[in-house]
């Protein structure tokens, strides 16, 4: 039986672990070649650590091990040059681009007052502008090919109700809400879809590294405003696989999802809903 995503080409940012990787295997199980990118060197201001070229490395075992391609490079989402160049080898390699999956990004928790320009600046460059990189890096080759295709960004629980002690990453997954909208209007007559989508708590190194850890900068908000203690909280406790998200990413992905586009796909277990 054919794969759901058979054929096609995926271009996955953050794909070194976490959400990311399993995106990569989840599409390649149902038939896509993947290009991957991430980082290979500590973001700065990142409570927890950010990935390295060894976990790329394993995402690429990983693709092989399911018989299908992957070109992976080595990229920082900051650098449109660097993402255009990785972009145009994977194009080169497997002839096309069908599906996008804006995914790297960092979270750097705090009550309001810890948060300096600095920090606001990365969240913003990397979350927001990051994600516009790795969509205007993909664009030039999806209307080429004319084959339409579909771009989905990943924001967060986040992006739909504000999390206490979060101000930057808010403000960034907001922005990638209105971002995914504004492309699906324009892109829709070329039949490229854009959807985001909006995970509640998923067991990566990212929740893992600021969720329940004494020192980060949760626990001092916590501390500080007690009152917000439980304004994001999910309806289906525990942590979520990354698969979940990947199978949300994947139905988007799919030509399952031919209608759907600007649509914001909370995978929360109920955390944003009322
Ligand atoms: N884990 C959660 O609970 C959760 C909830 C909602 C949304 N999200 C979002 O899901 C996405 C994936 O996160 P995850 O949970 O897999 O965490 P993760 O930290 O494991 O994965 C994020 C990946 O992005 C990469 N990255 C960071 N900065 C980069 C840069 N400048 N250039 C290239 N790559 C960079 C990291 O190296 C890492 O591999 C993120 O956008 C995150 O904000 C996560």
Not at 57 to 84: G, H, P, S, W
Request: one cysteine or more; hydrophobic letters at 45%; a negative charge.
């Amino acid at each position: 039986m054919a794969g759901r995503v058979e054929g096609k080409v995926a271009f996955i940012t953050g794909a070194a672990r976490g959400q990311g990787r399993s995106h990569a295997l989840r599409l390649a199980e149902e038939g896509a070649d993947i290009i991957a990118i991430d980082i290979d060197q500590q973001v700065e201001h990142v409570p927890y650590a950010t990935a390295t070229a060894d976990d790329l490395r394993e995402t690429v075992r990983q693709v092989e091990a399911l018989d299908r391609r992957i070109v992976a490079e080595v990229c920082d989402v900051r650098d449109l040059e660097e993402l255009k160049s990785a972009v145009s080898k994977g194009v080169a390699e497997f002839g096309r681009l069908d599906i996008v999956a804006g995914n790297a990004g960092v979270d750097i928790v705090g009550p309001w007052h810890d948060m300096t320009p600095e920090i606001v600046r990365t969240t913003i460059d990397i979350n927001l502008i990051g994600v516009w990189n790795t969509v205007m890096a993909a664009l030039p080759h999806m209307i080429d090919a004319g084959n339409g295709g579909s771009i989905i960004l990943t924001s967060s629980a986040n992006g739909i109700k504000a999390g206490p002690w979060n101000v930057a990453y808010n403000m960034s997954k907001f922005g990638v809400t209105g971002m995914a909208k504004s492309f699906a209007q324009e892109l829709a007559k070329d039949r490229i879809r854009v959807n985001s989508v909006h995970p509640g708590g998923v067991d990566t190194p990212m929740a893992n590294g600021i969720l329940g850890v004494p020192e980060s900068g949760f626990t001092k908000g916590q501390e500080e405003n007690p009152d917000l203690f439980g304004m994001l909280t999910q309806w289906i406790p525990g942590m979520m696989p990354p698969r979940e998200i990947s199978n949300a990413v994947l139905f988007l992905a799919s030509d399952e999802a031919s209608w759907v586009t600007g649509h914001a796909l909370a995978v929360d277990g109920g955390m944003t809903q009322y």
